[in-house]
């Protein structure tokens, strides 16, 4: 393919081309259509694959010069690219000369921000601090206090006595909006814990005194965030009857209680706790030290990146701390200090950025692969959340849009990586509390490292945490992650359709009087 370019624009990482392609070359991909699609034609007076080329051109020409353009567009910016070599942060732009004619030269503008030339990785002498903490009896006794707690024995209460908070009612209930049953509104033997928190405000509290046999009218409102739109912010009443009460008994631990959690015994819980604290206690541990890798990186390495990625993972940054904002006591308060700190996450965002180039660099550079195999197995668990024609529909998308396939790979490579540093790392290992390593990690929060930050990030004093829109503390708390790089860039695709496990999640909100909204995923840590 021949075609012309003239560069038009470079301004840092950004280029521009006006981009020619010869008319023969789009007419001679026209040819080419007709002659895919002449064995399909039917034309009356015509045997099968026999139709003329001049009448296939006039009965369908329009989209065959059409799909000929694309071809020789796609095929040029390729082209373009190659020669040029540029490759591309997100997609290029691409703009037809208003005035194109079919018979014409096909005249483009192609705008597109280039990656960057990522400096070789310095990545010697890379000094990382192990914390190692030990399964904690006393957290495995607790844990196992919890679970009694949680796994309540209950036992009818005396009779025609009144229902108190902590009791369970066992109800029959039937729902009316605008004084019409709506679907999912009624339900029959259905367990509530009073006091739980369950079900939306105001139902549990009137059921409280309620006896065995009563009748009772519920009145609510579904709330504005209700997952099911034509009962959001409605008043609602419930017709309902209470068919028992009970009081909880509290379970004794000991070796029928672990039975009943499909145990062999006590010892066997104990154990499956402690393994899965351990399990939890070298997470923390891999995360703090990923922390510590990152900011050496980042400390280490200061080069351009694409505006284009950094506005993108600003906004999702962004749109991350808003939804989290909504959920806050005063949404509008919260949504005012993310603004405030906007400065602060795009900083955040250009760091992501930055270290996710240069973790693909470094990913490259020692041949780091994820195969095939573990790629089946991250679409089989992706899927997983899907049921049915979703779960296939959903398969064949990542399987047919690489940008969604990529998605999927990024955070397993991204860890593959990591280790290759681990390895390469100098780790001096040291006993701490859990109570130690969590606050080590949240210290980190308040502050982005990198090039001329001023912060001995091994030993200066932490600064203390970043306001409140920034990250809420949470038991596990995680590093801030790299954006995912050039790999990870979104598909113009539509997305498939939303996973089964979040309608029926809706319409188990509907047939109970009104389940409470699931809290939203944390926002993310702010450095």
Not at 36 to 49: E, S
Not at 194 to 214: H, N, R, T
Not at 294 to 304: T, V
Not at 367 to 372: A, I, L
Request: proline share 7%; charged share 30%; hydrophobic share 35%.
């Amino acid at each position: 393919m021949t075609i012309k370019t003239v560069e038009t624009e470079k301004e840092g990482l950004k280029r521009a081309f006006m981009l020619t392609i010869p008319a023969e070359d789009i007419e001679a991909r026209l040819d080419q259509e007709v002659k895919r699609i002449a064995p399909q034609v039917r034309m009356p007076g015509f045997r099968p694959g026999k139709v003329p080329a001049n009448l296939i051109r006039k009965m369908h020409g329009e989209a065959l010069h059409q799909d000929a353009l694309n071809s020789a567009v796609q095929d040029g910016i390729q082209q373009l690219l190659e020669e040029q070599k540029v490759r591309p942060a997100v997609q290029p732009e691409v703009q037809l000369d208003q005035k194109y004619e079919p018979g014409k030269d096909a005249e483009l503008t192609v705008r597109v921000e280039a990656l960057p030339d990522v400096p070789a990785p310095n990545i010697d002498n890379l000094k990382l601090e192990r914390l190692t903490v030990d399964p904690d009896e006393k957290a495995v006794d607790e844990q196992l206090k919890q679970l009694a707690s949680s796994t309540k024995k209950w036992t009818d209460a005396p009779k025609n006595r009144a229902a108190e908070n902590g009791d369970q009612v066992v109800i029959d209930f039937v729902g009316k909006v605008d004084g019409k049953e709506f679907e999912g509104g009624s339900g029959q033997d259905m367990p509530v814990e009073l006091g739980s928190g369950g079900l939306i405000p105001g139902f549990e509290e009137q059921l409280v005194g309620a006896k065995v046999g009563d009748s009772r009218e519920v009145k609510v409102t579904f709330p504005a965030d209700y997952p099911v739109d034509n009962l959001k912010g409605k008043p609602a009443s419930f017709a309902v009857t209470v068919k028992a009460v009970k009081t909880a008994g509290e379970n004794k631990i000991d070796d029928d209680f672990a039975k009943s959690l499909g145990m062999q015994g006590l010892d066997q819980l104990k154990q499956v706790l402690r393994d899965q604290q351990a399990q939890e206690l070298n997470g923390l541990t891999r995360t703090h030290m990923k922390r510590q890798l990152l900011d050496q990186l980042a400390e280490r390495h200061d080069f351009p990146v694409p505006d284009s990625m950094v506005e993108a993972e600003y906004q999702n940054i962004l749109n991350q701390l808003r939804h989290e904002a909504s959920h806050e006591a005063d949404p509008q308060a919260a949504l005012k200090e993310i603004e405030s700190d906007a400065p602060e996450y795009r900083r955040i965002a250009e760091r992501r950025v930055r270290l996710g180039l240069l973790l693909s660099e470094i990913g490259a550079a020692n041949n780091v692969q994820v195969s095939e195999q573990e790629m089946n197995r991250l679409i089989i668990q992706a899927a997983s959340q899907y049921q049915g024609k979703d779960r296939e529909t959903f398969i064949r998308y990542v399987q047919q849009e690489p940008m969604a396939a990529a998605q999927l790979r990024a955070p397993l490579y991204e860890d593959k990586v990591v280790d290759v540093l681990f390895d390469k790392a100098e780790i001096t290992d040291r006993k701490a509390t859990r109570e130690e390593l969590e606050a080590d990690l949240e210290s980190e929060e308040g502050h982005v490292h990198g090039p001329g930050c001023g912060h001995d990030h091994a030993h200066a004093e932490k600064p203390k945490k970043g306001k409140k829109a920034a990250a809420k503390a949470e038991s596990k708390p995680e590093p801030e992650e790299p954006a995912k790089g050039p790999v990870a860039k979104k598909s113009g695709k539509p997305a498939p359709a939303k996973p089964l496990k979040e309608a029926a999640g809706a319409k188990a909100a509907e047939a109970k009087p009104a389940a409470k909204k699931a809290p939203a995923k944390k926002a993310p840590k702010k450095g």
